[in-house]
């Protein structure tokens, strides 16, 4: 049994003029703010603009969601993870510049308001960097960019009493409450009999579409004479209080304050405790974190579905699951009527359940369910984030905090979100200068994570503390890992021997330790790395690799044990094998936006379509890749591994075809875009 349902997908109701007015602003202007009190539509209006543009702009529309990012030091990074680019770089601003500087599209900021100086900052960066690109924000407030115009989102039309039926049902606050209204009881419509207390609950509420959508939920338990004079007591009792007419900001609260007037005590509690979910949650999660002091496990579901019915929450079910979510205006209510001692408490059970699901879910595991742990991390991502944030306000917690961050490494890296990796990692090992497990492994995962920057400066001390503390405290299991990370090093400073000969090393410890995961990865590293010192080897390596991917069904981890794989036999020269391995890589990494390992395949790719003599293909896979190594901000002369072929292989390409036919070919592969470039490499067109 779920709990009641009331989907995201609700139809988008009136706005003709201010569609009209953004669109014509949009066009003449590259930044357009729309700004309003919360409640009163901006987020589905930016929405709908967009899908209205989209046509518009060659290059995508893309939307980037703020309101459930806390922290203003991640601006940079959460943007360019919604853009799906890799920060390979240590900067990912720079990544982002370099990837929108040519780009013709629409990029859209949702709820900036908390994060107003940040994203002022960020847009004004981006629109002299980027000269073809527009921007549409939402706040409740300007950026004051230059060059920025404004568009205030009014309320809903609101219609005068005395109007005709026709009249009064071409107002979008009539069309909006007839529209929910009918959601709640099927078959309601406007009437001659009903048109007077619409129009009065339309006035009361202002035209406010989000009191409009709480008023309209009320119906499941009172009729619409009953809602209109239950409207009338409570905003007469504030009235007394301040004679003057109600701002519109002062309507939505005095909505809010009646709706949670009417909830029961146990959703009243439940409400104001999920409000510390900025990324949704399910049943599980509730029962996990919420429970306890006045809500019992039993009364959870009731309590959700009592919320949704209140359209406190909406609920839309994924993969045969539902998910809750909470507006933001909503989830800022709840926060207010969080008591302190209940905020106190639920922190540290929250911190905890979130440090159980990573662990629980860790992607560095060799299993089957590799994908779906990986989707749902990215899923829970917003509270992870939240509860790494708590750790950091906490020194109670800031071990756990430090922990978490550490058992997300592989995650980190699978996503590219490499600099927000390291700026968790970085603050909790200021926080935990405990000279333990917890932060020698942290210092090993901040190291790696740095080396995949190119940021080795960096990375070295790290790595250095960490030998040191792990031979000094025997801590025999993460001694492998440490070492493995030395080994990645010794690559990147120029030293393949000694490289290849750490990376022996740390494998010959894992399995002496009967770890199987850490096996894992040090082949992969091995295969990939050791190919420029001993292919021969690396190629053993990689066997290896896959058998064990295979044995255990591990999706992910498969895809780059075919990769590595396959540069060790194109490095002894067999191109048939080279080629099945990465195609076949490439079809799945690109099916789950996995842009690291896809460039690597689409430069391998390349290198075969050379060897068979057609440098067309050759430059044009080069091109594709090309973006895409912009996109993850790295490039091929930055890993070992491929700095040599694709020197090669461009320079074989452009003796052949000659310097305008090459620029030509590698320009349509820059233009061609991930999904058509999967399908070039793999199907040859």
């Known amino acids: 049994m779920t ?56 290059d995508g529309v893309e939307v980037v969601e703020l ?10 990074a959460t943007i360019a993870a919604s853009l799906g680019l890799r920060d390979a770089a240590p ?38 960097a980027a000269p073809r690109l527009r921007l549409l924000v939402t706040s409740r407030h300007t950026l004051g960019v230059y060059g920025e115009q404004v568009l205030a989102v009014p309320s809903l039309s609101v219609p005068e009493p ?63 004479e009953q809602l209109a004079r239950e409207l009338d007591e409570r905003f007469d009792v504030l009235a007394a209080d301040a004679p003057d007419a109600l701002p519109r900001h002062r309507t939505l609260r ?40 006045g809500i019992a496990s039993p009364q959870v579901l009731d309590l959700l ?101 550490s058992a997300m490494w592989c995650f980190w890296m699978l996503v590219g979100s490499l600099a927000e990796g390291r700026y968790w990692l970085e603050r909790g090992l200021e926080l935990v200068p405990d000279r333990g497990r917890a932060r020698a492994t942290a210092l090993w995962v901040d190291s790696m994570l740095a080396l995949r920057q190119g940021d080795v400066e960096a990375a070295l001390p790290r790595l250095q503390e960490c030998l040191v503390l792990v031979r000094q405290g025997g801590y025999e299991h993460i001694l492998p890992y440490a070492i493995r990370t030395a080994g990645v090093a010794a690559f990147s400073t120029g030293d393949a021997r000694r490289g290849l000969e750490l990376l022996r090393e740390s494998l010959d410890l894992h399995r002496a330790l009967d770890d199987v995961d850490g096996t894992m990865f040090n082949l992969y590293f091995a295969a990939a790395y050791g190919s420029i010192e001993d292919p021969r080897l690396a190629a053993e390596f990689g066997e290896e690799l896959l058998t064990l991917c295979d044995r255990h069904h591990a999706l992910v981890t498969r895809a780059y044990a075919q990769l590595a794989l396959g540069v060790a036999r194109w490095s002894l020269g067999d191109c048939s094998r080279a ?34 003599g057609d440098q067309e293909r050759a430059a044009g896979l080069l091109g594709a890749a090309h973006a895409l190594w912009q996109a993850v901000g790295a490039a091929p002369e930055r890993l070992c591994y491929h700095a040599t072929w694709h020197e090669h292989c461009a320079e074989q390409a452009r003796g052949v075809l000659g310097q305008r036919a090459f620029e030509r070919a590698f320009q349509g592969g820059t233009r061609l875009g991930q999904e058509r470039a999967v399908s070039y490499a793999t199907e040859g067109g």
């Open 3 to 58: 709990a009641g349902l009331l989907t995201g997908g609700t139809t988008f109701v009136g706005r003709r003029l201010e569609l009209s007015t953004a669109r014509r602003m949009l066009f003449t202007s590259r930044l357009l703010t729309l700004t309003g009190p919360g409640g009163v539509g901006k987020t589905r209006l930016a929405q709908r603009i967009a899908e209205t543009v989209q046509n518009a702009f060659p």
């Open 67 to 76: 309101a459930a990012l806390e922290n203003a030091d991640l601006l940079e």
């Open 91 to 128: 900067d990912p601003m720079k990544v982002m510049v370099d990837y929108l500087s040519g780009k013709r599209m629409l990029l859209v900021l949702d709820n900036c308001e908390h994060l107003r100086t940040g994203c002022a900052c960020l847009v004004d960066r981006l629109l002299r």
């Open 162 to 224: 005395g109007h005709t039926l026709r009249e009064i049902a071409r107002h979008d606050s009539v069309r909006l409450f007839v529209e929910r209204a009918a959601r709640v009881l099927p078959g309601f419509t406007l009437t001659t009999g009903n048109m007077a207390h619409v129009v009065h609950v339309a006035q009361r509420l202002e035209g406010i579409p989000l009191a409009i959508e709480l008023a309209a939920a009320r119906l499941h338990t009172s009729s619409l």
């Open 254 to 293: 005095a909505t809010m304050d009646w709706s949670f007037g009417l909830c029961s005590a146990g959703e009243r509690r439940l409400w104001a405790r999920l409000s510390m979910f900025p990324g949704g949650f399910d049943l599980d999660t509730v029962e996990g974190v919420c429970t306890g002091e």
């Open 305 to 405: 579905a009592g919320l949704v019915d209140k359209s406190v929450l909406v609920g839309e079910r994924r993969d045969g699951a539902v998910r809750y979510r909470m507006l933001e205006s909503l989830r800022a209510y709840g926060g207010e009527r969080l008591p302190p001692a209940d905020r106190r408490l639920l922190r540290s059970r929250y911190v905890h359940h979130y440090r159980d699901l990573v662990e629980t879910h860790r992607i560095d595991r060799i299993v089957p369910d590799q994908l779906e742990r990986y989707r749902l991390l990215r899923r829970e991502l917003p509270n992870v984030r939240a509860a790494l944030q708590a750790c950091l306000g906490d020194p109670r917690l800031a071990l756990v905090g430090l922990g978490t961050a």
């Open 579 to 612: 080629e099945a391995l990465v195609t076949e890589a490439t079809e799945f990494t690109g099916r789950i936006e996995d842009r690291w390992c896809l460039t690597q395949c689409l430069e391998v790719l390349a290198w075969v379509a050379g060897a068979r």
